[in-house]
């Protein structure tokens, strides 16, 4: 092992050893802070005089040596050649060194050291017991010309301890002092270096000092802990823990009792540890406080703000074994602390840690604790704060207000976590023990885990009484938050969102400016409604505990199409959330994932929506599932994994709650669903269901979900071209029809009307507006229908060439799968028994539509129109429809020829045995 930093000092011992060797005898004073080396050196020292026949004797004193012959001058009495006879003097003289004792002891020692040279290492000297200090001073006065060499190790206090015999050294012409500093920084990349390779050494260093220092034990601690969880090195940094915070401890420990009371007394007091604050915690007085807070200075384990240097140390300290009543000091400094005016948060960490309280002012503490605490983003330490007030309030009112704070806390947690109080809020609400400011929010978290009537009634009641006006702009909030989120709350039909303002409100608030965007966007002003939605979004401050006028700010930027602006406020509302809040990682997850899937982003999409999920639990969701549920069916659809989306489909939703805005999503990627997969009526009725709610619900608008486009859709693959162009006409009317999101798809189904020739100009314009709005899922779909159009019309360029685009874009947005199974690669067609090619059913999907192609393949086996119509829950006319369109773009007469070529393998079966494998 390296010894850094250390040559010179080693150095001069070995100038006094080879003196001493000379016959003049030497004496050296090694000082130095607690861990920074001095046993070490004094090891090297003893090796160098073993090699030179030097004879070496170690001594060591301790704080718990008090006995007969247990201090250093009776440990050197051991080393005698006549041990046996001292010994026996020193029993009959009751365990005390006589002067004469000492003079043999010393006599001995010099003959010895006549015929061997003598190395006498003396270690912790400031700890032994007064008999051996003097006698110490005995054998260094008798030395002089003797070829011994002493070597004291003292503390860094220890002139204060002992100050005569340090006065007596002095005055010694053969003694000599050294003081051994801290490593600097270098010193410490030294000391790494003897482990890592430099380069990392060098990297490290900076950050072991500051946790050690310079500290050589901390240092080599520290490397260590750090090359058990790195064995290979790499480029992590050094995280000091409680490994090498047991090296502190250690080093508090050996620096004696008063160095580790203040140690503790730092640990408990933190930045208020005053030197008087400390020597009332400790007992000890404030001389001996600052000596030892100097002493722990200069060993580099407090920095120059007065702290423990390592992270891990005031855990370690408090935590230490040792220490003797740890509730009652955590109570003392609690009081001490309470008395100087601290922060709140800086005393509740006694008060937990104490596990109890008794005085009157301790309750009201935790409860302020635990609003700074949760500031700080520090929702556990807020909880336990909580927690502890519950357990010793007897005050009704009072344990009223610690469970509301507790329900607010638990929600930014995990929503499922807050329901078990809401019966004793409900209570205290009724007992006129709970605030109506808290009672408000209260009504709040009842709306999300849909008990809207609960929450209604709290709302009215509080309407009906004399409020403060807080509460009344509370109340205002409330209402039209609900009114966006939840649109069938009782509460807006208890009290309307447009009722008047009080006389004392500011007329200017009459219009806010979450009601004006929410005007903006039905309007169809998306500009407009994005720039109120970000005025809002620029207060600075995170979204409200529930929900509220940020949180539909952030909605109006995703409907608007805002979506990198969307993407950015998400993101900077919880950049500096701690760990603990999982709802709001969840909320912000559900987010991010409708607008990936906005963004034409499919697997961002799914990835988020699924995070979205795993984060909370279907209780702790409420009805708010539905978000990331539709944005995981949606993406999922549009991606080809229709397994997977059927999956969630199936997913259960919460029984008996309100439909909250986030249904309406819900029933658009439903319908979606049923779409892909064939289910026209299905589909016809979610779409109507989200319409019939919209219009209800006066949110009549194409920007959230354009609701007639679905309903289209779903007639065309019905069969039912007329309701359907006259669907895509009303669409069209609507204000925000215009906006490429709703225009671009609305063309393409417009071409679905429409005879192929003009079909292929619809597309065309379709295709550059998406490509232009950068919607790719939706020019996907577009692209898909134009190649089929072009291959209808027998223009195998084009459709080659859109095909390439359908690639391109499919891999965009990562719906290969999709793409695959509507326009697969051809393999060679088999030939029938008439010699006519058959083409592969990937070939009829790239020319029939999915309605044509699930009806031709149920009649090619066999089935009648009525059972196909049964079977596909359409009607017979539908099923003639689709059956003249796949007679004529497949170019045969009848079913005979059809069953040829859409199901060679059927041919010559019969109905029946079709029916029993179908």
């Known amino acids: 092992m390296a010894f850094v930093e250390r040559a010179e000092e080693l150095s001069l011992l070995e100038n006094v050893l080879g003196e001493a060797l000379g016959g003049f005898g030497q004496v050296v004073t090694i000082t130095g802070p607690v861990g920074s080396g001095k046993t070490e050196l004094t090891h090297q020292l003893a090796a160098l005089a073993a090699e030179r026949g030097v004879r070496v004797v170690r001594t060591h004193a301790s704080a718990a040596d008090a006995g007969p012959g247990l201090g250093i001058f009776g440990q050197i009495l051991e080393t005698c050649p006549s041990a046996d006879e001292l010994r026996a003097r020193l029993a009959s003289s009751g365990g005390t060194l006589s002067p004469q004792l000492i003079l043999s002891v010393c006599h001995d020692l010099l003959r010895s050291a006549a015929r061997t040279p003598l190395l006498l290492i003396a270690d912790d000297v400031h700890l032994t017991d007064a008999d051996s200090l003097n006698g110490l001073l005995h054998l260094i006065r008798h030395s002089r010309t003797a070829p011994v060499t002493l070597v004291l190790v003292t503390g860094e206090c220890s002139q204060q301890t002992i100050p005569l015999f340090h006065a007596e050294l002095f005055r010694e012409p053969h003694h000599r002092q050294i003081q051994l500093p801290l490593l600097s920084v270098r010193g410490v990349a030294a000391v790494l270096a003897e482990r890592l390779d430099q380069d990392t050494a060098d990297r490290l260093a900076p950050a072991a000092h500051a946790a050690g220092g310079g500290n050589p034990l901390v240092i080599r601690a520290l490397l260590e802990e750090h090359l058990t969880h790195h064995p290979e090195g790499g480029e992590e940094p050094l995280r000091p823990g409680e490994a090498s915070a047991t090296a502190v401890l250690a080093c508090l420990h050996h620096s004696g009792a008063p160095g580790l009371e203040v140690a503790r007394a730092v640990a408990l007091l933190g930045f208020y540890a005053t030197p008087q604050l400390m020597s009332e915690l400790t007992g000890l007085s404030r001389r001996v406080v600052n000596r030892f807070t100097a002493a722990l200075l200069e060993a580099g384990l407090l920095g120059e703000d007065g702290e423990l240097r390592h992270p891990a140390a005031a855990a370690a300290v408090l935590n230490d074994p040792a220490l003797r009543d740890a509730s009652g000091l955590r109570l003392r400094a609690a009081e001490l602390l309470h008395g100087e005016g601290a922060c709140p948060i800086a005393i509740a960490q006694h008060l937990a840690a104490a596990d109890r309280i008794d005085l009157p002012w301790h309750v009201p503490l935790l409860r302020r604790a635990a609003e700074e605490a949760l500031e700080r983003k520090e929702v556990g330490l807020a909880l336990q704060y909580l927690d502890l007030a519950l357990r010793e309030s007897r005050d009704g009112e009072e344990r009223a207000l610690i469970t509301a704070a507790k329900v607010r806390v638990e929600w930014l947690m995990n929503p499922a976590r807050a329901t078990p109080h809401f019966a004793a809020l409900l209570s205290a609400f009724e007992q006129g023990q709970l605030p109506d400011l808290d009672a408000v929010i209260l009504a709040r978290a009842l709306a999300w885990h849909g008990r809207d009537e609960e929450g209604a009634d709290i709302l009215s009641a509080i309407r009906a009484r004399e409020h403060a006006p807080e509460v009344g702009r509370a109340l205002r909030t409330t209402t039209r938050s609900l009114l966006s989120t939840h649109p069938e709350s009782a509460a807006l039909l208890q009290e309307p969102p447009t009722a008047p303002l009080p006389d004392d409100e500011d007329p200017a608030a009459a219009q806010p400016s979450e009601v004006m965007m929410w005007d903006h966007l039905q309007a169809g002003d998306h500009t407009e409604a994005a720039r109120l939605a970000e005025d809002i979004l620029g207060g600075g401050q995170a979204p409200e505990y529930w929900t509220g006028p940020r949180g539909s700010a952030v909605c109006v930027l995703v409907y608007a199409h805002e979506l990198d602006r969307a993407h950015y406020w998400t ?338 079966a019969s109905p029946s045995s079709s029916r029993t494998t179908a």
């Open 571 to 908: 993101t900077r509302f919880f950049q500096d959330d701690g760990p603990g809040f999982l709802t709001w990682r969840a909320v912000q997850a559900a987010a991010l994932a409708e607008v990936a899937r906005r963004r034409g982003d499919l697997p961002e999409a799914v990835r988020l929506a699924r995070d979205a999920l795993q984060r909370m639990s279907p209780r702790a969701w409420g009805p708010q599932i539905e978000l990331p549920l539709a944005s995981l069916i949606s993406a999922a659809t549009a991606m080809g994994h229709h397994s997977t989306a059927a999956e969630w489909v199936a997913f259960p939703l919460p029984e008996d709650a309100p439909r909250t805005r986030y249904h309406l999503h819900y029933l658009e990627a439903r319908g979606q669903h049923h779409l892909a997969e064939g289910r026209y009526l299905p589909a016809l009725r979610d779409f109507m269901a989200c319409g019939g709610l919209m219009k209800t619900w006066d949110m009549d608008i194409p920007a959230v979900v354009p609701w007639r486009l679905g309903v289209a859709e779903a007639l065309l693959g019905l069969g039912q071209t007329e309701r359907a162009a006259k669907i895509l006409d009303a669409q069209e009317a609507r204000p925000g029809a215009r906006h490429p999101r709703v225009h671009g798809p609305l063309l393409r189904l417009r071409a679905g009307t429409v005879k192929p020739r003009q079909a292929v100009g619809l597309l065309r314009e379709s295709a550059e507006l998406l490509d232009a709005a950068r919607l790719p899922v939706e020019l996907l779909a577009t692209l898909i229908d134009l190649n089929r159009a072009y291959l209808e019309l027998g223009d195998s360029h084009r459709a080659r060439f859109t095909a390439r685009r359908i690639w391109q874009t499919a891999a965009q947005c990562g719906a290969e799968a999709h793409v695959r199974a509507a326009l697969a690669p051809r393999p060679p067609a088999p030939r029938t028994g008439a010699g006519v090619p058959a083409p592969a059913e990937d070939d009829l999907r790239r020319v029939l539509s999915e309605a044509e192609l699930r009806v031709a393949e149920l009649a090619a086996r066999g089935y009648t129109n009525r059972e196909i119509a049964s079977r596909l829950y359409i009607t017979v006319s539908t099923v003639e429809q689709h059956l003249t369109r796949v007679y004529r773009k497949l170019r045969v007469g009848g079913r005979s020829a059809l069953q040829a070529r859409v199901s060679p393998s059927l041919h010559g």
